[in-house]
């Protein structure tokens, strides 16, 4: 049966394991989800099939570090969405939380990624760095970078010790590298939360919180929670304050 074709549409992909669709990353979900519809795009969830479009000796390399296997497995199905005939293909991880609808995402090219304001201690105080981050990421029809990132994942994969496998090497560290040179399309309305600016927020003050608000280029619409690094009940809490801000924000006059 021949797939229909999709000339015009844009495809929003999502994928988490059924334990998490039990959690505070159901709330992340749900609003990805909202906000796809609001936009008019197609939705897709996939759940653990993810990793059935991961090469066997692939996933035996990395083994229990899934988000190695993720990071592969998501560019496939992204692959596997514009051969189906869609313009545009967006991924945004499980812990992504759009707590402004008003996101947009605009960018010149055929491809895009996140960009992070990281905030991290550092001797007295907090320094900031910006990184590119895959927890979101586009693609559009004609790409020549989805092939050539699936083919770098195989080779550093084919090559890496699996004992010194660090989580971020196919997805961040190698899409910041690649920058360097290439130069992608960046999106900083979709951000991340470092464990210093959670602890801010939950505290509504402090000087991680406000490093990052004065780094930020753009105001943040949506941010990555960072599943690995946070705890439920803080999640929760932060999901709570981006939301209720949020609210408070478009009801000013």
Known sequence: MTSPRHTSRTLVIQSASPRQLRGWMHRCLESVHGWS????YQYRFVGDDIFERVPRWYRDKVGSKLQVATDYGRLM????????G???????DA???????SLLITFEGSCAFGQEVWVQAEGDGYSAHRNVHNAFCAFRQGCVTLPFLLETMESLIRRVDPNHLAPQ??????????????????????????PSVVADI?????AALDLLRRKSAVKP?????CASLIEAPLADTVIDVLLGSQARDSQAP
């Open 221 to 225: 619409k949506a941010m990555n929670l």
């Open 202 to 206: 939950v505290a509504n003050r402090g």
């Open 169 to 194: 090497l196919v997805g961040p560290k190698l899409l910041t590298a690649l920058h360097s040179l290439r130069g992608f399309a960046l999106v900083p309305e979709v951000g991340a939360l470092s």
């Open 86 to 92: 869609f313009s545009e293909v967006q991924w945004f």
């Open 37 to 40: 519809r609001q936009q008019g």
């Open 77 to 84: 199905l992204i692959q596997e969405a514009l051969k189906e």
């Open 95 to 101: 812990d992504v939380l759009v707590f402004d609808p």
